[in-house]
């Protein structure tokens, strides 16, 4: 996204980087929250459920770094909306 590194100041790189995504999907008319692509907030943790497969019996946690159980998507879901 054309932001200058600055390693000592990691949240700022990262907001600056988020910051001219979303201004990018603004002006390529794409959206930039799922509120905006007709997702409400009472649908997100029934997302979130599933996105673990949790709805379906078994939570099975998402990710190979750091491992996200339901309750942390619907977390990242809810900074989404």
């Known amino acids: ?7 000592r100041d990691i949240d700022g790189l990262v907001r600056e980087g988020v910051r001219r995504l ?15 692509v007709g997702i409400n907030k009472d649908n997100l943790e029934n997302m979130a459920r599933k996105a ?4 379906f019996g078994e939570e099975r946690p998402l990710g190979g770094f750091s491992k996200l159980r ?11 909306s």
Do not use: H
């Open 22 to 36: 979303r201004a990018f999907y603004a002006v390529m008319g794409l959206p930039g929250t799922l509120k905006e």
């Open 70 to 80: 339901w309750q942390d998507v619907l977390s990242i879901y809810n900074r989404c």
């Open 52 to 55: 673990t497969k949790i709805a």
């Open 1 to 7: 996204m054309g932001v200058e590194a600055n390693m």
